[in-house]
């Protein structure tokens, strides 16, 4: 960890005097401070070296203000008012480009073959795959209801670090780490709270499975790490429904559910579901249970595939809330784990999850 953080520091130093050596558009500037405030940058550098460029175009104060509000610190904020200053009498940067209106939606006969290749994806998914390890980090919230805090309860939570190993299109669990402790002999079921596994492949093979009975409709054009990308809005009824199991009161219930899932035609694959239970009787101990589960092009070894990036499950009950969220990095082939290191439990970057549905 320490070597990547003092790479990253180097890193935005660079950028830092590579801005300072030559005259800046203010697009440039907001690009860059916005770049700062997110990598939560030096405020006293960065105040210092935009001391130091020229700008191109009249830097108007409310770009300093909508800066501030970001989160620019007050060295920052000192050095863009003298910048504002010095370059009033520049001309006006011209109007950012005008959105293109999103496309129209696949026609019927589209829409069906889409839906065609979703579904041999789908299917074979977990047999294109080959065998491989890879870090799953899972963060682990509880929150007590109302109730429970008046008699003393407290949100808590915790850090696992897995092992997870893929092979023979199966998937287990070797619980390497909780809180930054190692530790051994513990399983993946014996970790207590909520727990989930097996969901790589079958969340979407259930889907669309031809048994499933699975309806299909189209729901928007969304754009997902910049990309646009299909999304379908799907329901599957109870009897094919989402297994689900209380520990405390030993019941189980199988839920009909809905949800989205995207494709993403250039890399003939599917980047992200997700799954919202729907019709759990009043009188079962868990009310809902929402599913997103995101995938990425990641390398194992000298090709690269489609393998989750980032799970989320957040269950409500009757008596707490909670929420995991696991993120899977260090991928290796199978058998390579020695190469592995455990410890780095930051979270995946927030733009890699970013979706924007089009405006309908």
Known sequence: MLVRFRFLG????????M??????????????????????????ATGEYLRKIKLTQRLDDRTVEDLQGQGAGPRTIAALKALAAESASLPAPPPPPAALPPPKPPSAKEQAEILDEMREYAL?????????????????????????????????????????????????????MVNGKSVTNLKHEQLGGVVS???????????FDPDSGTE????????????????????????????????????????????LVYWDRDAHAIPKITKDTIGIPAD??????????????????????????????????????????????????????ATITFGDTDPVPEDKLKDEPDKK
Not at 10 to 17: D, E, I, K, Q
Not at 295 to 313: C, E, F, R, S
């Open 216 to 259: 299909f409709a189209w729901e928007a054009w969304h754009t997902l790490r910049e990309k646009r990308v299909y999304a379908f809005a799907y329901h599957v009824d109870k009897e094919h429904g989402y297994g689900m199991e209380d520990l405390e009161s030993h019941r189980s219930y199988t839920s009909a559910y809905k949800g």
């Open 197 to 207: 596994s097996g969901e790589f492949g079958t969340m979407m093979s259930d889907i």
């Open 284 to 337: 079962f101990p868990i009310r809902e249970v929402h599913i997103t589960l995101v995938y990425d092009m990641i390398k194992v070894g000298d090709q690269a595939y489609m393998l989750p990036y980032h799970y989320q499950l957040d269950s409500t009950a009757d008596k707490f809330t909670s929420n995991s969220e696991a993120d899977y990095k260090l991928y290796r082939k199978y058998g390579a784990e």
């Open 10 to 17: 180097l890193s935005l130093l660079l950028a830092v005097v």
């Open 19 to 44: 801005f300072a050596q030559r005259a800046m558009t203010v697009a440039e500037v907001v690009t860059f401070i916005k770049s700062q405030i997110k990598q939560k940058g030096d405020d006293r």
């Open 124 to 176: 074979n998914y977990t047999k294109s795959l080959p065998n491989y390890v890879c870090v799953q980090t899972t963060h682990r919230k509880i929150d007590p209801n109302d109730k429970l805090h008046q008699k003393g309860y407290i949100t808590t939570g915790d850090v696992v670090q897995e092992l997870l190993t893929f092979y023979d299109r199966k998937e287990t669990y070797d619980v390497k």
